[in-house]
């Protein structure tokens, strides 16, 4: 019976893992599959051991910690390597947000994607152009916003394939 519950919750984490792709939290969803797992999953009433130990618990989390940090953090850095201000920087979060909103009711599946890689560079590159940068330091600013907010996912996607493999793996051999 233990061996059917992670096979369902190795399947539950890949639909999880998908959402990381289209900006949803999916690292997060696959942690608490784990522990809500842990916490009442197969035999737990009879008193026989977790199906995950404390430390992979907490290695899970931990890096889906890392991985939000990646993401939310890429763009703002995009911005800064490719030249631009602080300005620039808040630009990108700020436009990474809206873009990621107004993607998702306007391009299908990859829209929260699409939204915040393009608003974190609309973003970075208004708020450079209001400041009194040029056109061409604050479009610059604006395509390293962007290209860093895409790093940052795909940054946050890799987290979440180490979560899925640690849980995959912890499933079968505790």
């Known amino acids: 019976m233990t061996h059917l519950w992670a096979i369902l919750l ?47 618990l907490i290695a899970i989390a931990g890096l889906a910690l890392a991985g939000e940090a990646c993401e939310f953090g890429a763009g703002l850095a995009g911005a800064k390597q490719a030249g631009g201000t602080r300005r620039g920087a808040l630009g990108a979060l700020i436009g990474a947000l809206a873009g990621g909103i107004v993607g998702t009711f306007f391009i299908p599946l990859l829209g929260s994607l699409v939204g915040a890689c393009v608003g974190a560079a609309l973003g970075a590159w208004a708020l450079e152009l209001t400041g009194g940068r040029s056109q061409r330091a604050s479009l610059k600013s604006g395509v390293g916003a962007g290209v860093g907010r895409l790093a940052g996912t795909l940054a946050k996607l890799g987290a979440g394939i180490v979560i899925w493999l640690i849980v995959a793996v912890a499933a079968f051999w505790p």
């Open 10 to 56: 190795i399947v539950l984490n890949t639909a999880w893992l998908a959402l990381v792709v289209i900006g949803l939290p999916g690292n997060w969803l696959m942690a608490v599959s784990a522990v809500l797992l842990n916490w009442w999953g197969p035999g737990r009433a009879a008193g026989s051991p977790p199906m995950f130990s404390t430390g992979v």
